[in-house]
């Protein structure tokens, strides 16, 4: 079985949310079938800052429903020159990882297809 939880997954996954631009708060949407839900938590102080995003990815269709979470995590500290890296991660709170990559294959796909077709 494919893991789930590798970078190029969670970059096909967040490739067909079309996630709302930048928001602070809060914001919510719908994908290819998926309820998406963002919450921001931010942090900035004199020595550093944080940034976590929680997404929230709730299908409910059909018999396999599922619901993941996709957590970024940024970190700044003002006083060097390189930033350490955004990490990412998803976990699965409800349902099997192969039902998230059956519908993130077929989500891909349709948004490829739409995307051609506009060019």
């Known amino acids: ?15 067909v ?3 709302p631009a930048s928001v602070t708060g809060s914001a919510s949407w719908v994908a290819h079938g998926v309820h998406c839900e963002r919450h921001r938590h931010q942090y900035a102080g004199v020595d550093h800052a944080f940034t976590f995003d929680v997404v929230h990815l709730k299908y409910g ?11 970024t995590e940024s970190w700044r500290f003002p ?7 955004t990490s990412k991660s998803i976990k699965l709170l409800q349902g099997r990882s192969s039902d998230i990559l059956d519908w993130m294959k077929q989500a891909r796909a349709a948004k490829l297809e739409a995307t051609s077709a506009r060019s």
């Open 17 to 19: 949310l079309d996630a």
């Open 1 to 15: 079985m494919k893991r789930l939880s590798n970078a190029l997954r969670i970059a096909d996954i967040e490739y």
């Open 79 to 85: 006083q060097t020159s390189q930033q350490p890296r």
């Open 61 to 71: 269709q059909g018999r396999k429903p599922w619901h993941a979470v996709i957590i």
